[in-house]
């Protein structure tokens, strides 16, 4: 069984239940989370606690140097890394290696804070009275992260925090969390300093513990998006500060103008990239008018058919299993559920699947998809691609922001006129223009719209340096003594 990691020690948890980390693969079990609650959790910000003054008063450019031998360490481990990727999450060693390299910029990016959390300062705001505003890191933040991102979720958030001088409180997915075991076991070989990061363990009763612990200052989630919604509520009825990030309906538009030949694969990519188990994965795939319809779908539906199913773990590998038997029957009941509504079955995934071990899906492409659909309203979070048409650019538009959702969507086109367009009208907060999984970088700030976000401070770049400090303004007025000078 997996242990917390309190105070610089791994520590053995409270809890007494356990959820299986199977390898989803293969279906083997590879290891057991305790389901901790409120004693580690109020353990785990006690150490944090006590380590903050010490740590705030510690130089930023002293706080960041574990943060440059953890990039060096991370460098190094970057295999080994994504190999515990794939092992527990499934996704390929390619898309695992993708995601070190994301958590990896999240510490090289954090690495300036120096500069990132510099304040401002004016002279004379009145006649020899001058005014600084500095940022001051505040105490104890906890982040929640979901399964799909074993290495960089975690990642988007306690190296910003720790580098503003915060300690920190991460509790993984129950159902992913050995490799931020190993970034942990590196950032120990790095030096951090006792108490400052800390990780628990658990599921929902350890998520409420750190919504509401007085000494949490502020809490990061991702997830769902109903989970979302009850950790910004309790969190900020605690008085705590917030960034919830939730769920997706990604829709891209394709326009009679794109280069199909690139379109298609991308578009396709997007929504089959880690078996569709990213938030920032395309679905529903608007085509404007028949010529750009039929273009698509015949690239999609032949690609689709090509994609090679198995384990991530193999170099031949194109896409993993989905997380678990659980996400697979879900899945298929979506497409089930699809084709009861109309939709047209144009290859069907769920074929030939059943007989692999582990909880593999191939990809599914449905036509025929409608606005009314559940299948085009809610997340799919699997290997399915939505084929659909619209008549205008303004009509795709209009169904882009029908959906409550609003992380992310893309526009293929060769028009400026449509780019812009696009971009100026639609709902979600992260834009791409012929880029299929357009994810901010670490130095850019990370976060949706509406249902796919809670919150007013986004993740990672310089939006993290507003959500881990608080600014503090000082009036300075110091009167001359003209006896001395
Ligand atoms: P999830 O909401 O089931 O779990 C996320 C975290 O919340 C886990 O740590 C889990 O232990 C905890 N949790 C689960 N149920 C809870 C409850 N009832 N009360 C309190 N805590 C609870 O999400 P998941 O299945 O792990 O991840 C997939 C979801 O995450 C998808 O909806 C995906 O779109 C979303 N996601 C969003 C982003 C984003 O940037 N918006 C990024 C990655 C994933």
């Given at each position: 069984m997996i242990k917390n990691f309190i105070n610089g020690q791994w520590t053995a948890s409270t809890g007494r239940d356990t959820v299986d980390i199977v390898n989803p693969a293969t279906g083997e079990i590879i290891n057991k989370t305790p389901m901790g609650g409120s004693a580690d959790v109020d353990a785990a910000v006690q150490a944090a606690r006590a380590a903050f003054p010490a740590w705030r008063q510690t130089p930023v450019i002293d706080r960041v140097q574990p943060?440059?031998?953890?990039?060096?360490?991370?460098?190094?481990?970057?295999?080994?890394?994504?190999?515990?990727?794939?092992?527990?999450?499934?996704?390929?060693?390619?898309?695992?290696?993708?995601?070190?390299?994301?958590?990896?910029?999240?510490?090289?990016?954090?690495?300036?804070?120096?500069?990132?959390?510099?304040?401002?300062?004016?002279?004379?705001?009145?006649?020899?009275?001058?005014?600084?505003?500095?940022?001051?890191?505040?105490?104890?933040?906890?982040?929640?992260?979901?399964?799909?991102?074993?290495?960089?979720?975690?990642?988007?958030?306690?190296?910003?925090?720790?580098?503003?001088?915060?300690?920190?409180?991460?509790?993984?997915?129950?159902?992913?969390p050995l490799t931020q075991i190993k970034v942990f076991e590196l950032m120990v070989e790095a030096g951090l300093p006792a108490g400052v990061l800390n990780m628990?363990?658990?599921?929902?009763?350890?998520?409420?513990?750190?919504?509401t612990h007085p000494?949490?200052?502020?809490?990061?989630?991702?997830?769902?998006?109903?989970?979302?919604?009850?950790?910004?509520?309790?969190?900020?009825?605690?008085g705590k500060r917030v960034q919830s990030l939730g769920g997706a309906k990604n829709f891209m538009v394709v326009m009679p103008?794109?280069?199909?030949?690139?379109?298609?694969?991308?578009?396709?990519?997007?929504?089959?990239?880690?078996?569709?188990?990213?938030?920032?994965?395309?679905?529903?795939?608007?085509?404007?008018?028949?010529?750009?319809?039929?273009?698509?779908?015949e690239r999609i539906v032949a690609s689709a058919k090509a994609i090679r199913v198995g384990d991530g773990l193999l170099p031949d590998t194109d896409m993993?299993?989905?997380?678990?038997?659980?996400?697979?029957?879900?899945?298929?009941?979506?497409?089930?559920?699809?084709?009861?509504?109309?939709?047209?079955?144009?290859?069907?995934?769920?074929?030939?699947?059943?007989d692999m071990p582990g909880y593999f899906l191939k990809p599914t492409v449905l036509g025929n998809i409608t606005p009314e659909m559940e299948i085009a309203r809610e997340e799919v979070f699997g290997p399915v691609v939505m084929l659909a048409k619209a008549d205008s650019l303004d009509a795709a538009i209009e169904w882009v922001n029908s959906s409550p959702y609003g992380n992310t969507t893309t526009l293929f086109t060769t028009s400026g006129a449509a780019a812009r367009h696009f971009c100026y009208e639609v709902e979600p907060a992260m834009l791409g223009i012929n880029i299929g999984v357009?994810?901010?970088?670490?130095?850019f700030s990370f976060?949706?719209?509406?249902?796919?976000?809670?919150?007013?401070?986004?993740?990672?770049?310089k939006a993290s340096v507003d959500f881990y400090t608080q600014s503090v303004v000082t009036i300075h007025r110091w009167i001359k003594d003209s006896s001395i000078w």
């Open positions: 943060l440059f031998r953890l990039k060096t360490l991370m460098e190094a481990a970057a295999g080994d890394l994504a190999k515990q990727i794939t092992l527990e999450h499934g996704k390929t060693l390619t898309e695992a290696m993708g995601s070190v390299r994301r958590g990896i910029q999240m510490v090289e990016t954090a690495c300036g804070m120096p500069t990132m959390m510099m304040g401002d300062i004016l002279e004379d705001i009145a006649p020899g009275i001058d005014s600084q505003a500095v940022r001051r890191p505040m105490g104890v933040f906890a982040a929640i992260a979901p399964f799909n991102f074993p290495a960089m979720v975690p990642m988007w958030f306690w190296p910003f925090a720790i580098a503003a001088g915060n300690t920190f409180v991460i509790k993984p997915s129950e159902r992913v628990v363990h658990g599921g929902k009763e350890t998520v409420d513990a750190i919504c000494d949490i200052k502020g809490v990061s989630f991702v997830g769902s998006t109903p989970v979302a919604k009850h950790v910004y509520t309790t969190s900020a009825t605690a103008d794109a280069v199909m030949d690139k379109a298609a694969p991308t578009a396709l990519e997007s929504i089959i990239g880690c078996a569709g188990e990213r938030c920032m994965a395309g679905s529903v795939v608007i085509n404007v008018g028949d010529e750009a319809e039929q273009a698509i779908t993993g299993p989905v997380i678990s038997q659980a996400a697979k029957d879900r899945i298929k009941g979506m497409i089930q559920r699809a084709l009861d509504e109309g939709a047209t079955l144009l290859v069907d995934g769920r074929e030939g699947v059943d357009p994810a901010p970088m670490a130095f976060g949706g719209s509406k249902q796919s976000f809670f919150g007013d401070i986004r993740a990672h770049g």
